[in-house]
């Protein structure tokens, strides 16, 4: 009974891969003959360009079509006239030449916003905001992920269960990252707060509310770390491994402790690695936005508005908008993240090379 519902299944089964089988070769064989036929008219090499085309059309329209605009549009003057429509239409902008970039460096002093124009004093201060972050967040997150990589490449006990653990934030969306702590850092009903009422402590501003700029600060930078730091922990943990062990065992022999191993072994050795981390983590702080913007909101004031928010709001959320100006800013912010990835490169190569 049970061999001949098998065959049954089996021939079911041949069935069905059969009927479904006949339309996809059908496909497959009109396809060989078309991409015969276009070979044999562009000939073998060219038709590397053909398959990287559809790719070529999606950056083209999606990346350097809109970065063409931005830098034409940090050119031109930016306020808005008439309706939406107008003010991004190309026909409608007048040349302004450098009036936007020189709007934006118009400060006595750089370091205090407040001695800014109205117009460049956001600017500044996003710059100043986004400076401190950047500071503070590489600083902390590249120690951090340091010491995480190594204890993670030594013996421990569930080593690869905590090492999916600490890289699980990564595959996180950052809006759902932010959400997540913004309902625990919470005044109200926030499970940090509650844990803290429960132990007789009072309730605390953590996001918003009067004395929560540092608190802010913080939080923004202990989330952003939270989220990255398995990313980076990761390529740190493949410079480790590719580290030789019989030169720990050498130095171990020579009476060298565990600090002498990492000061003298592991840092020069992990150099390169590190040099990568570092520049790869400093492009993405400055462009830090999306996940500090649901956070905070880029407060509380303008304690977490950061440059890219500066240019999000400049461009579509203040009155009047400013495409001009945002666009200028945004070329300001490209020619830092240019600058920091010629020094990977650099970097990079000098290594390489030695």
């Known amino acids: 009974m049970m061999n001949s519902l098998q065959k049954r299944y089996q021939q079911v ?15 497959m064989n009109v396809l060989d003959v078309g991409l015969n036929a276009l070979q044999n008219l562009i000939g073998v090499q060219r038709m590397a360009y ?6 070529l059309l999606i950056f083209g329209i999606f990346v350097l079509t809109p970065m063409l605009l931005n830098f034409y549009y940090g050119f031109t003057d930016g306020r808005q006239v008439g309706t939406q429509r107008d003010a991004i239409s190309l026909n409608e902008r007048d040349y302004v030449g450098s009036d936007n970039l020189a709007t934006l460096f118009d400060c006595d002093n750089y370091s205090e916003p407040k001695s800014c124009t109205v117009e460049s004093e956001d600017f500044w201060s996003g710059t100043s905001n986004t400076f401190t972050f950047v500071t503070l967040q590489v600083g902390s997150m590249v120690v951090l992920a340091l010491l995480t990589a190594v204890v993670l490449n030594s013996d421990i006990v569930g080593r690869g269960f905590f090492r999916s653990v600490f890289f699980f934030p990564v595959l996180l969306s950052p809006v759902v990252v932010a959400l997540i702590w913004k309902w625990i850092l919470r005044y109200e009903s926030g499970l940090l707060n509650e844990a803290l009422v429960s132990m007789g ?10 004395d929560a700029r540092n608190w802010a600060r913080f939080w923004a930078i202990a989330v952003t770390d939270w989220a ?23 130095a171990q022999i020579d009476g060298a402790d565990s600090w002498q191993r990492f000061w003298r072994i592991t840092l020069p050795l992990l150099m390169p690695t590190m040099t990568v981390v570092l520049v790869l983590a400093l492009i993405r ?5 999306d996940q500090v913007y649901v956070l905070t ?8 508005t950061f440059i890219v928010q500066y240019i999000y709001e ?24 240019l600058m920091l990835t010629l020094a990977q490169l650099a970097l990079t190569r000098q290594r390489e090379a030695a």
Do not use: C, H
Not at 13 to 27: G, N
Not at 201 to 210: A, H, K, N, Q, S
């Open 13 to 27: 089964v041949e069935l069905v891969t059969t009927i479904l089988w006949w339309p996809v070769k059908l496909v």
């Open 50 to 55: 053909f398959f990287v085309l559809p790719n």
């Open 201 to 210: 402590v009072e309730r605390t501003y953590f996001l918003d509310g009067p």
């Open 228 to 250: 990255q730091m398995g990313f980076f922990t990761l390529i740190l943990l493949a410079g480790l491994q590719a580290i030789p062990k019989s030169l720990y065992e050498a």
């Open 285 to 289: 702080a400055v462009q830090a936005f």
């Open 297 to 304: 909101g880029g407060g509380p004031g303008t304690a977490t």
């Open 314 to 337: 400049t461009a579509f959320a203040k009155s009047p908008v400013n495409f001009g100006l945002a666009a200028a800013a945004s070329l300001v912010l490209g020619a830092v993240l």
